[in-house]
């Protein structure tokens, strides 16, 4: 149980720097007016982390953007109108702060000019007061950023912010050729990314964010964004958890550009052990065709039955007949027009097949002018009968269409059970229609967690699992309020803490709250719990829980805590060491994501 009197007396102790104050009106000193500036560099009176740096000063634009540095900023433009290479900024550029980055311009009949207030503890507040865009006369409108000392961002714009002529950038990037990611929708808030890169572009005309409070909020290595008045009160996970456990394994590549230099002259074996399998990257030969085997009546996308000579040895007892499906799959059963199996791989058919089976999952087509055909022929390999699949030479779809074929084939032992993947030559191009992904892997009947597409090269050696087991998840609800007469109470529901020793029904886990946060986490791999992070940066509040697979804390939150005071929370969970597949985590556990709590008024 939560120590409920300890939390309620601890949290106003606890509260970190308030990180919104809505507009501030105490403007500051004047930088001046203009259009297309980029001011001289100015000290902030604090120092703003972003990533491993810490900045102390900035340059300030006329066109709703600023600079961080050290002392000169790097890589500052005049440009009112960034391209996403821009807004990432190239090698040992500085981090830019957009609260409108566009075209704007600033005259003294408007009263207008670029101001900054150093002068409060522990923020800097940039206010582009009276601006319009360029060649325009309407409307006029302000907009304010402040940054605050603990890393935090608030963007505020006047109610008759909007665009009229040009695109806006909004957003945060840390500068130094970080790697764009896909454009979030700032004003549905929610937002949550992993690197320090965040941004929307609004076409002309689009711009939907007058009268609105962004808040951006460091945390799990990128950051948190909401949208609010005045950063409303919130709880945002962030982070993943650890593990997550299949009895499947897969890789997937989107497309087949990424394929020849993956599997080109490459193998993969499995071999049974136990109810698992020994998978083992390298080692076989491809074995062509001899002109004896025989030529298999597959059409495109079709399946045949194929019964070998011996029954397959598997992990589940012998199979015959095998089946044998056109687009890269031998299974125990049949897969053809049962969806999600199609001519399209992806990983929700893979983990949800209605057979036991082994995959190079592609759309081939042996049905195209020219294309080899697959071939199935027994070859006894010393003592050994093994049975050779091969696609010989066999087209992939193409737009427009072309020579693109692949060689490859998979090598089943019906002596020993060993199944052996080798690849020969693999199609590169891209260009179908229909899509050109590669799924590899092997996976029994029903459905399988997902854990994710891994690189089978460098996971090899590995023991398959025989169970599924998805990572600890944890949320927090309802929103953190906590006005000057009433408070809230915060539930944190943890959901799939894993058994201490499988079957023994038994639970161990607890819930930490912290006031600080481990930017990215920290790899508990030093404590013995490899690729489990650690998200939290010290342990203040410890709240066991007792019971099942899913378990919930409280945390009483008063009234009268100060506004912006966060809080951050995540689970972890005690199993028996080395018990996990293939023995790792000598520590034995298991942690969950991270939730951010930022209490507010409202």
């Known amino acids: 149980m939560l120590r ?49 740096n810490n900045f102390t000063h900035i340059a300030i634009g006329t066109n709703g953007v600023a600079f961080l540095s050290t002392g ?18 190239a090698a040992g550029q500085s981090p830019r702060v957009a609260a409108n980055w566009t075209d704007l311009e600033f005259l003294v009949s408007n ?3 670029v101001y900054y207030n150093d002068t409060i503890p522990g923020k800097f ?39 009229t002529a040009a695109d806006n950038t909004v957003g945060i990037s840390e500068g130094n050729g970080i790697a764009p990611v896909a454009d979030v929708n700032l004003s549905a808030g929610g937002n949550v990314s992993t690197t320090y890169y965040m941004r929307e572009l609004f076409v002309a005309g689009t711009f939907d964010l007058g009268g609105s409070t962004l808040n951006f909020t460091q945390a799990g290595g990128g950051f948190v964004q909401t949208t609010g008045a005045c950063n409303a009160a919130y709880n945002q996970a962030f982070g993943t958890g650890c593990y ?26 499995l071999t049974p052990a136990g109810t698992s399998y020994l998978v083992q990257w390298g080692g076989s030969a491809f074995v062509a065709p001899s002109p004896a085997a025989l030529t298999l009546a597959i059409s495109d996308d079709g399946e045949l039955a194929v019964t070998p000579s011996i029954p397959l040895p598997t992990l589940t007892g012998t199979v015959s007949p095998i089946y044998v499906h056109g687009n890269g799959m031998v299974s125990h059963g049949p897969n053809n027009g049962i969806q999600p199996i199609s001519y399209t791989p992806d990983a929700a058919g893979f983990l949800n097949a209605p057979a036991t089976g082994f995959f190079c999952w592609h759309d081939f087509n042996t049905g195209e002018a020219g294309s080899g055909q697959i071939k199935y022929e027994e070859v006894l390999v010393g003592p050994d009968t093994v049975a050779f699949i091969t696609w010989d030479d066999v087209e992939s779809y193409a737009s427009p269409e072309v020579t693109n074929r692949s060689t490859w084939q998979m090598q089943l032992n019906l002596t020993s059970g060993v199944v052996t993947f080798a690849w020969n030559t693999m199609d590169g ?47 927090g609800a309802p929103a953190p309020i906590s006005s000057a007469t009433s408070g809230t109470v ?16 038994i639970y161990l886990s607890t819930n930490i709250l912290s006031t600080t946060t481990i930017p990215g986490g920290l790899n508990l791999v030093i404590l013995g719990a490899p690729d489990c992070l650690g998200y939290v940066g010290t342990l203040d509040f410890l709240q066991v829980m007792v019971g099942g697979p899913t ?48 209490i507010a008024p409202f």
Request: aromatic share 10%; with cysteine; proline share 6%.
């Open 125 to 163: 507040v940039i206010t582009w007061l009276n601006a319009w865009e360029w060649n325009t006369t309407n409307p006029i409108f302000t907009v304010q950023a402040q940054l605050f000392a603990n890393g935090d961002v608030v963007f505020t714009y006047t109610g008759n912010t909007q665009s």
């Open 244 to 269: 997550d456990i299949s009895d499947s394994f897969y890789e997937f590549h989107s497309d087949s550009s990424t394929v020849p230099a993956a599997l080109n002259g490459q193998s993969m074996s």
């Open 4 to 52: 409920s009197l300890l939390a309620v007396t601890a949290i106003p102790a606890l509260a970190t720097l308030a990180s919104a104050q809505c507009y501030v009106s105490q403007l500051g000193t004047l930088l001046g007016t203009g259009d297309d500036v980029v001011f001289a560099d100015q000290a902030m009176n604090i120092t703003f982390p972003i990533g491993a």
């Open 429 to 475: 191009n891209p260009s179908s229609i229909y899509g050109s992904a590669y799924l590899v892997g092997w996976g029994p009947i029903g459905a399988s967690n997902n854990a994710g597409s891994v690189d089978l090269s460098a996971a090899a050696p590995f023991v398959t699992s025989t169970t599924n087991m998805g990572s600890m998840t944890l949320a």
């Open 551 to 598: 378990n919930a804390v409280t945390l009483p939150i008063p009234a009268g805590i100060p506004a912006g005071t966060t809080l951050y929370s995540q689970s972890v969970a005690l199993v028996a060491p080395n018990s996990l597949p293939n023995g790792q985590n000598s520590f034995g556990m298991t942690v969950s994501n991270a939730v951010t709590t930022y």
């Open 111 to 113: 009263n207008a000019g």
């Open 490 to 505: 915060v539930t944190y529901t943890t959901n799939n803490i894993p058994e201490y020793v499988s079957t023994s029904g």
């Open 72 to 89: 000169v900023a790097v890589g500052t433009t005049t440009s009112g109108y960034p391209s996403q290479a821009t807004f990432a900024g």
